[in-house]
């Protein structure tokens, strides 16, 4: 497929819309951007899903910044061409590009992307595969990091510091 032919189907494959809850369906509709209008809808979206309870609230401050660089390089791209149609091959490159830095970070730290891994559960040798999505893995990893320094500050009152 041609560059202007991925510019133009598919955008911001990251700010791709749920269909129904996040439990209920996973299926995903594609969002088609080729006008400023239809760009600053997607925008939104994705500011809306980077807030805390978002699809991507689990974003770090410089990917947050990285993001919004890149979606604002975009947006000075259609405030001057308004369509994609209208960008010369140079725009549409650096538009490509933006897009997939854009796409590359919120897939990373989408909170339903599946991460699986083969682990062998206590007592046995046998390995199985575990899957939980990326926003339940990072919720119970921190949640370990809260009782280890719960059971750290109960035992450091007690005098047992070390």
């Known amino acids: 497929m041609n560059l202007k032919g991925r510019l133009v189907g598919v955008f911001v494959v990251a700010a791709m819309l749920q269909i ?13 951007v080729d006008n400023k209008a239809d760009f600053a ?4 979206t994705v500011h809306k899903e980077m807030l805390p309870g978002g699809r991507y609230d689990l974003i770090s ?5 990285e ?5 604002a390089d975009m947006q000075s791209l259609f405030d001057k061409y308004d369509t994609v149609d209208k960008m010369d091959p140079n725009a549409k490159i650096q538009l490509f590009n933006d897009q ?4 590359a970070t919120l897939t990373h730290r989408d909170n ?5 891994e083969s682990i062998a559960p ?6 199985r595969t575990s899957c939980v999505t990326y926003g339940q893995k ?3 990893e921190r949640e370990k990091v809260r009782m280890m320094d719960r059971m750290r500050q109960v035992q450091n009152s007690r005098g047992g510091g070390g």
């Open 61 to 65: 401050e410089k990917e947050r910044s």
């Open 122 to 127: 206590v007592g046995s040798h046998i390995q």
């Open 100 to 103: 997939e830095a854009v796409n």
């Open 67 to 71: 993001v919004n660089r890149y979606l």
């Open 112 to 116: 339903d992307r599946l991460v699986c």
């Open 138 to 140: 990072m919720r119970d």
């Open 20 to 32: 129904g809850s996040a439990q209920a369906s996973k299926a995903k509709v594609a969002v088609k």
């Open 41 to 44: 809808t997607v925008v939104a």
